[in-house]
């Protein structure tokens, strides 16, 4: 898996964790709220993209997006052994 996964997912666990540890929230809100955060951050990327990309292309980069999720996707799915290599 790539370094900035595994950095990603341990910076989310790690906010959730002090949520709940320290802070005293139930796991499920902070949870919640954790991936409201990542899911937030990853619209105002994906937008800010595509307004930088220009009317012209963002089919292009749609198409780019699109193709570059559905194979991060598959490699997590052979990783964790959900669908064979």
């Known amino acids: 898996m790539p370094w900035t996964v595994i950095l990603t997912t341990l ?11 320290l802070q005293g929230w139930e796991s499920w809100q ?5 991936a409201g955060f990542a899911f937030a951050v990853i619209g105002v990327l994906m937008g800010a993209i595509l307004i930088w990309a220009g009317r012209g292309n963002r089919a292009e980069v749609w198409c780019s997006v699109k193709t570059t999720f559905w ?15």
Not at 11 to 21: C, D, F, M, Y
Not at 71 to 85: A, E, P, W
């Open 71 to 85: 194979k991060d996707i598959d490699l997590m799915l052979k990783q964790f052994g959900i669908r064979r290599k």
């Open 30 to 34: 902070a949870l919640l709220v954790v």
């Open 11 to 21: 910076t989310l666990a790690l906010i959730s964790a002090w949520l709940v540890l």
